[in-house]
Nanobody
Framework: QVKLVESGGGLVQPGGSLRLSCAASGRIFSINRMGWYRQASGKQRELVAAISSGGSTNYVDDVKGRFTISRANAKNTVYLQMISLKPEDTGVYYC?????????????????WGQGTQVTVSS
């Protein structure tokens, strides 16, 4: 199995910055897509940003120009740099990774989620 552990959330004032990290562990063979999702209170979880194995990125419209997703393949880690934070960015942020892991029975695909980290933007 592949486990994801997130870090970097917290309380920040409007206009501030935070950097989220998510590290994967386990018998990982390769990681294809990495993504960050957020869920505001009372709302559905939504995709914020994603990055492919080749480095292609996509963002939800309201974070374009403010958030940057990146990955460190050697560390099986994905980052989300967030600047110019707004109160509407508040929510629980989850990382997600899809790839291949080496099971006892050979290569298997995985689609794993982190436990979530709270981001609160408030004065």
């Amino acid at each position: 199995q592949v486990k994801l552990v997130e870090s970097g959330g917290g309380l920040v004032q409007p206009g501030g910055s935070l950097r989220l990290s998510c590290a994967a562990s386990g018998r990982i063979f390769s990681i294809n897509r990495m993504g960050w999702y957020r869920q505001a209170s009372g709302k559905q979880r939504e995709l914020v940003a994603a990055i492919s194995s080749g480095g292609s990125t996509n963002y939800v419209d309201d974070v374009k120009g403010r958030f940057t997703i990146s990955r460190a393949n050697a560390k099986n880690t994905v980052y989300l740099q967030m600047i110019s934070l707004k109160p509407e960015d508040t929510g629980v942020y989850y990382c997600n990774m899809e790839g291949i892991w080496s099971s006892d029975y050979g290569p298997r695909s995985f689609d794993s989620w982190g436990q979530g980290t709270q981001v609160t933007v408030s004065s």
